[in-house]
């Protein structure tokens, strides 16, 4: 089937770019979700060569099309319509594609690691915390807690390329569950762990290793803990031949046969490949800043200082330990700790700077806890979330750690332990106290300044594009949050409040559904009138059940007789479990649609179960909503 | 216990105000009452409960009473489906 041509068809009877708010899909269905719906000829769309059946539900449109055809129209009907979809990688690189290569690179290593952020940050800030703690009571290691604890701090670390994985499958659009079995392979338990790696190599174990290619060549048969570049070129590869396989491979037989080349290539070329020649570049950098400290007058330790959170975007540093045991056990003193140090400090100055200084809300809140992780030495989220994004933030983080890793290379500041930097880096300083704390002090200063004065916010356009479907609802004032209180009701509509027992229906009027209040509305809109659950919905919309965590059932019945209008009018927001918060929007209906029809607008909003309380207080006459209108007396 | 069946006759199934009449008339007994539709039961007191089953005309549903009163309860509440639902 054309499936262009199914898309353009459909894309005509929703009512064109202007009335579509955002295209998503499933297995099988294609959901649409619309600024008005009946300006939707669902009559027309069934009739389109290759829909199967249309059906709206809780303002979704939903299009169903069949496994193995609803993702190929779905990708026309985003070229079509020109909408970005969140986790389509083609859209956005077409975006991109003016930039030059490195930049598109970066970019696409950060669109990866921010939806991760969270993951990271709160691991680093346990493992810096808990690091540190064990530096000052050492006895602490051997407490069942610690130990706990510890497997939080560094699960997302040794599963890191599984949530590298899912995150760049989505960025490169292709199945995240494939994606996440990429990452998978990579740190299997069946691999020798790659952080056991050079202490198997000192023991003089063998590295178990494998004959690949029909037997052209070995690898080590290690894994890829902490890793992220090769776990990014390797699900960029799977998406690159999962979308290859999908143009070529019939509809038929898509679902098995994609799937299963996608991961059997990936997979081998991952392990025998990407991996192999990745761990080789590791090892040459890896000998090669070994050499670089070697230079004199501090001028070593500043070049390593610079390029440091480089090899952190390489996820290379994890080796590093290696190059201060060595240190250790030559003179006793880690030189290699301050430069770190340095490096990771002054990336947090950067960032601390990015966040005082940026006025997007959401981005100070992220740039903020990502750069205490850093003070206490753990960089990947101020590195990734922040600063490699901007690219300035790095670049002055870099200049930074040069300078302090000088400062400490002249101060012949050494460490007498490893595993912690940062804040926590004095409890292993203890000879160069002083000392240490200028040398932070200096990258941090220097970073900081720098950071502060680059730093300027872009427009984003993510964000403009996010605003414009916020327009549509312009007439629906949004409204402040408000701390509920318990036993209370907050009006959930614009209108005039009269006692339950003038409500024009006897039903309601006599109290069998409970007491309450009826509400006259002077606007469409019903707002949740508490914080609370959804208990019950109808498919005729016009009717909400919602209870609150203290037990409290209230029933949002929207005009009188109105079941017979059979939802024509009405909309809902909400369905059926959700939990919802005051003020939320939750329906929206009709008066002009309710007075056409014949009918009273009079809403009974009633305490369901008024029998389990003493009375009820309520408050008559003109009401905005969320002025509280009921309260209950136990 | 005791149970009987019964297709739901009125237009609107059960909603608000036949909910509320229903909760109503089974509130007086002492006995459990409850109504199946499908795999979902809930308590016929609950009026909440019995309006998120989103019962329509058409559909059939069991109701079994169990209790001191069952016997009496089970003929009025039957009494009351074929009347009001």
Redesign the interface.
């Given at each position: 089937m054309d499936y262009r041509k199914c898309a353009q068809e459909i894309y005509d009877l929703v009512g064109k770019r202007e009335n579509l708010i955002s295209a998503a899909h499933c297995a099988t269905r294609l959901r649409l979700v619309t600024a008005d719906n009946s300006k939707v000829n669902i009559k027309k769309l069934e009739d389109v060569d290759g829909v199967k059946g249309v059906f709206s539900s809780n303002g979704q449109l939903q299009i169903i099309l069949g496994t193995g055809t609803v993702n190929k129209v779905y990708d026309e009907f985003l070229s079509i319509s020109g909408m970005t979809a969140a986790t389509k990688a083609d859209v956005k690189a077409a975006a991109a594609k003016k930039q030059p290569l490195p930049f598109r690179m970066v970019k696409a290593l950060g669109d990866v690691f921010v939806p991760i952020l969270p993951a990271i940050v709160a691991a680093g800030l346990i493992m810096g915390l808990l690091e540190g703690m064990t530096k000052i009571w050492p006895d602490m290691a051997n407490s069942g807690t610690y130990q706990i604890f510890h497997l939080f701090s560094n699960a997302a670390f040794v599963f890191l390329p599984i949530l590298v994985a899912v995150s760049a499958a989505r960025v490169f659009g292709g199945n995240i569950f494939l994606g996440a079995v990429i990452g998978m392979i990579m740190v299997h338990t069946d691999l020798v762990n790659a952080w056991s790696v050079a202490g198997m190599l000192e023991a003089g174990q063998q590295i178990p290793q494998a004959d690949v290619w029909f037997g052209l060549y070995k690898i080590n048969l290690t894994g890829y803990q902490g890793h992220v570049i090769p776990v990014i070129i390797a699900v960029w590869f799977m998406s690159f031949i999962e979308k290859r396989l999908h143009k070529i491979v019939p509809e038929m037989i898509d679902l098995f046969v994609t799937p299963l080349v996608t991961v059997l290539v990936t997979g081998y070329l991952t392990l025998t490949i990407f991996g192999p020649v990745f761990a080789q570049l590791e090892e040459w950098v890896l000998i090669g800043v070994q050499w670089v400290i070697t230079i004199p007058w501090g001028i070593g330790a500043a070049i390593a200082g610079a390029i440091y959170p480089l090899t952190v975007v390489c996820g290379i540093h994890h080796m590093y330990n290696t190059v201060e045991i060595g240190m250790i056990s030559n003179t006793g003193l880690n030189t290699w700790m301050p430069i770190a140090s340095s490096a990771n400090f002054a990336q947090g100055g950067a960032c601390f700077a990015v966040a005082l200084k940026t006025k997007d809300k959401k981005f100070k809140s992220m740039a903020l806890p990502s750069s205490f992780s850093a003070f206490l030495g753990i960089t990947e989220p101020a590195i990734f979330g922040v600063n490699l994004r901007l690219m300035k933030p790095l670049i002055c983080g870099m200049i930074g750690g040069a300078v302090g890793a000088a400062v400490g290379s002249m101060f012949g500041i050494g460490a007498t332990a490893y595993g912690v930097t940062g804040l926590f880096g004095f409890l292993i300083t203890t000879k160069f106290v002083w000392q240490y704390a200028i040398m932070l002090a200096v990258s941090f200063a220097v970073s900081f300044t720098l950071s502060w004065i680059t730093h300027k916010d872009k427009p984003r356009e993510e964000d403009a594009e996010a605003e414009a479907p916020a327009e549509t609802a312009a007439e629906e004032p949004a409204l402040p949050s408000i701390t509920c209180e318990k036993g209370k009701v907050y009006a959930p509509i614009k209108g005039n409040v009269i006692p339950s027992a003038n409500i024009p229906d006897e039903?309601f009027a006599a109290g069998?559904?409970?007491e309450g209040v009826g509400i006259e509305p002077e606007l469409g809109v019903v707002y949740a009138p508490f914080d609370g659950e959804i208990?019950?919905t109808?498919?005729?919309k016009h009717?909400i059940?919602i209870?609150s965590p203290d037990g409290m059932?209230l029933?949002i019945?929207v005009g009188v007789n109105t079941?017979?209008m059979e939802g024509d009018g009405f909309e809902l927001f909400c369905a059926?479990g959700d939990t919802v918060k005051a003020g939320q929007k939750l329906m929206t209906f009709s008066i002009d649609k309710i007075k056409a029809a014949g009918y009273s607008t009079t809403t009974a909003v009633l305490i369901?179960?008024s029998d389990d309380y003493a009375g009820l207080e309520i408050k008559e006459g003109a009401c905005n909503p969320l002025d509280c209108v009921i309260t209950i007396k136990e | 216990m005791k149970s009987f069946t019964y297709t739901i006759t009125d237009p609107v199934g059960i909603h608000a105000r036949p909910a509320g009449i229903l909760v109503k008339a089974v509130k007086p007994f002492q006995s459990t009452c409850k109504i199946t539709k499908g795999e979902k039961t809930v308590d016929l007191r609950k009026l909440m409960a019995l309006m998120g089953m989103g019962i329509k005309c058409g559909d059939t549903v069991e109701v079994t009473i169990e209790g001191a009163d069952e016997d009496t309860a089970a003929e009025t509440i039957e009494k009351f489906f074929k009347e009001n639902l």
């Open positions: 039903t069998v559904l409970g208990s019950s109808t498919d005729t009717a059940g209870s059932e029933l019945h079941v017979a059926e369901t179960n | -």
